[in-house]
């Protein structure tokens, strides 16, 4: 069964600093997609970036980008210039293209935002 | 555009209760429908999704239930809640077999039994 794992429960950054997330999967599958999902106090989920497994290229929205490492099993999330409204839950995700279309959670990172 | 509704927003329940929490999709046709409980302090669990009417592939065996009456409906339910059963439900739904398409939630149901 595919795992997702998050080893931060919890991260700080400084107003305007940048902040990676951690992010590790394991799968026996070479064609799947990584999300990654923020939870602000109000619980909505909100996608943030996604990408797929077959596409070398890091996926880039604004101040969010990812480290894609296939071969290691890593999807990292950068977050450029944090805004206090950065400040969530942050999980990662992880879906088979093959699968009944299951999303897999990790347990999430919650970031925190010091002005 | 494409919206889905979750309700309630807050249930408070005791023990030995039945539960019927519902959702639905609007402006879309055969989604796949989830259902996730996220308990205090963890991850999304997936309890249940649906890929098509009266197609329900259960991932936890538990006291909960879970049924597709309608292509846009998808209804949690169950016949005797324990406390365990307490933490917050998130239905989502999402495009069927378009795996780069991402789930889209609703605002959840937080639920406490007492």
């Known amino acids: 069964a595919q795992t997702v794992t998050q080893s931060q429960p919890e991260m700080s950054v400084q107003e305007a600093e940048t902040v990676t997330l951690s992010c590790t999967y394991d799968t026996s599958e070479s064609d799947y997609y990584l999300f990654w999902y923020k939870q602000p106090p109000s619980r909505q989920m909100i996608l943030v970036i996604r990408?797929?497994?077959?596409?070398?290229q890091n996926a880039t929205e604004n101040r969010f980008s990812v480290n894609f490492q296939k071969a290691a099993k890593s999807f990292s999330l950068k977050i450029s210039d944090s805004q206090l409204g950065d400040a969530a839950m942050y999980f990662c995700a992880y879906r088979q293209k093959s699968s009944g279309d299951k999303l897999t959670f990790g347990t999430g990172t919650r970031l925190a935002v010091r002005p | 555009s494409q919206t889905i509704h979750q309700w309630p927003a807050t249930l408070v329940q005791p023990v030995g209760s039945p539960l019927s929490l519902e959702c639905t999709v609007e402006?879309?046709?055969?989604?796949?429908l989830y259902w996730y409980r996220q308990a205090a302090g963890r991850g999304l669990q997936l309890l249940f999704y649906?890929?098509?009417?009266?197609?329900i592939s259960s991932e936890v065996p538990q006291n909960l239930s879970a049924s597709r009456p309608q292509d846009r409906q998808f209804i949690l339910s169950s016949k005797k809640l324990l406390l365990s059963d307490s933490g917050f439900y998130l239905c989502?739904?999402?495009?069927?077999?378009?795996?780069?398409?991402?789930?889209?939630f609703g605002n959840g149901t937080r639920l406490t039994v007492t």
């Open positions: 989502a739904w999402s495009v069927l077999r378009q795996g780069e398409k991402p789930l889209h």
């Open positions: 990408q797929e497994a077959y596409k070398q």
């Open positions: 649906s890929v098509g009417i009266g197609q």
């Open positions: 402006g879309t046709s055969n989604p796949n």
